[in-house]
Structures are given as C-alpha cells and as structure tokens.
C-alpha cells in the first residue's frame, strides 16, 4: 500500500503560481513512478503530468506544457507540481497517483493503483 497526500492548492489570479506536494508513505516511494491528473466538475479526470522512478524523465499533457513542471524528492518521499502562468480553465481538484509500472505513455487513470485525496486549485480571472 502507498498512502499519498496532497497539499498546496488554493484560490490564485490568472497568470500567477501555485507548487502542489505529494507526500508519500508506506512501501518503498522510489519504486513507483508519479503521476498528477485533475478533474473538474462535470469532466473526467486527466492526466497532468508523470515522472519516472529517477525522476531523469517527465512527460507533460498538451495543455500544460511549458507551464507546469513536475519533479520529485525520493529523499523526502515527495513529488510536486509547480504550476505557473495559471489559466482559469486549469480550475480543478488535483490528485497525484502512483503507477507501480515504469513503462512510458501511461497516462491512463486506469493506469495508477494508488491515489491521494485531492487538493483544490481555483484560478480566477
């Protein structure tokens, strides 16, 4: 079992930053690669972001890219997800996840076995 919690969200303007935490516990952190997705009311959930084991690569949504940036801390046990010239159409619940498989292009929920709460990013314009 992974335990993951997300901290970081809140209430930010158009065009300003936000940094998201994951913090993980229970089986070995650096065994899994990361991922973070949103959901926004009446949508499906979406992949963001993934990060390998090593963290060496990272793989970003179209609508993010160059915008967001995802990296880990294994010493910490910890991802994140600076956020930066935020849009309101990136208003979401945020979850991070962790995929026990390190192959590439997974960025399917149904992909990840592991899944935090959420944390809530509203952007205003």
């Known amino acids: 079992q992974v335990q993951l919690v997300e901290s970081g969200g809140g209430l930010v303007q158009a065009g300003g930053s936000l940094r998201l935490s994951c913090a993980a516990s229970?089986?070995?952190?650096?065994?899994?690669?990361m991922g973070w997705f949103r959901q926004a009311p009446g949508k499906e959930r979406e992949f963001v972001a993934r990060?390998?084991?090593?963290?060496?690569?990272?793989y970003y949504a179209d609508s993010v890219k160059g915008r967001f940036t995802i990296s880990r801390d294994n010493a910490k046990n910890t991802v994140y997800l600076q956020m930066n010239s935020l849009k309101p159409e990136d208003t979401a619940n945020y979850y991070c996840?962790?995929?026990?498989?390190?192959?590439?292009?997974?960025?399917?929920?149904?992909?990840?076995?592991?899944w935090g709460q959420g944390t809530q990013v509203t952007v205003s314009s």
């Open positions: 996840a962790a995929d026990a498989l390190t192959y590439t292009g997974r960025t399917s929920p149904r992909d990840y076995g592991y």
């Open positions: 229970g089986r070995t952190f650096s065994n899994y690669a």
């Open positions: 990060i390998t084991r090593s963290g060496i690569r990272t």
